[in-house]
């Protein structure tokens, strides 16, 4: 079936330290992807997104992913954690720009250690 | 430019009632995506309207409606509420003829249904 998939519910790092958070697709060809957050209380945030071109995207907040077509993934990476990177995270993809709908995974909570 | 207004942020119903909720998109889009989110299924895609028209539905009753002006604002309208009702409803809009998949998305209303 087709999904996205992040594997990592629940994520603790120490400030200062490096993050990378996963995200898998299954879909047939290589969709729009996406990563949003989501602090508290909040709605969703882009973070950055690929459509195509270049594998390596910057984003905002000094976040970036880099696309793998074959491992049919798009982690997201942070060099340096600041406390308030703590949140929630979700990959997202559009397979069909027609169909008007995101899919999204369920989701990595970050907590960060001072 | 303002960002997704959504009203009201927080309400409580009874089972059985009806709630509306309202979304104002960014200046300039004009389409907008509603997404419920709950600790159980995670965001789930309800509707995406364009230019006044439903473009999209996702695989939800027919008690979730939803409708768009030609302000480009935006309601849903859940009717006969159930305790599974109960969610963060977030709206989103984005910028564009196709959507893409970058989203703008509100704060959220928060539904609780007792």
């Known amino acids: 079936a087709q999904s996205v998939t992040q594997p990592d519910i629940h994520i603790t790092v120490s400030e200062g330290a490096s993050l990378e958070l996963r995200c898998n697709y299954s879909y047939g060809a290589t969709p729009y992807l996406f990563w949003y957050v989501q602090s508290p209380g909040q709605g969703l945030q882009l973070l950055l997104k690929?459509?195509?071109?270049?594998?390596l995207v910057q984003g905002i907040k000094g976040f970036e992913a880099e696309f793998k077509r074959s491992q049919s993934s798009f982690n997201l990476r942070k060099p340096s954690v600041h406390w308030s990177d703590a949140a929630e995270y979700f990959c997202a993809v559009v397979v069909n720009t027609n169909a008007g709908k995101s899919t999204f995974g369920d989701g990595t909570t970050l907590t960060v250690k001072p | 430019k303002a960002g997704v207004t959504q009203t009201p942020r927080y309400l409580i119903k009874t089972r059985g009632q009806q709630v509306t909720l309202s979304c104002s998109p960014i200046s300039g889009h004009r389409s907008v995506s509603w997404y419920q989110q709950t600790p159980g299924q995670g965001l789930q895609f309800l509707f995406e309207?364009?230019?006044?028209?439903?473009?999209n539905k996702g695989n939800f009753p027919g008690r979730f409606s939803g409708r768009q002006f030609s302000n480009s604002r935006s309601e849903m309208n859940v009717s006969t509420l159930e305790l599974g009702d109960s969610a963060l409803y977030l709206c989103?809009?984005?910028?564009?003829?196709?959507?893409?998949?970058?989203?703008?998305f509100g704060e959220g209303s928060r539904l609780t249904v007792l």
């Open positions: 309207y364009f230019s006044e028209t439903q473009r």
């Open positions: 989103a809009s984005t910028p564009g003829l196709t959507n893409t998949g970058e989203l703008f």
């Open positions: 690929y459509f195509s071109g270049d594998t």
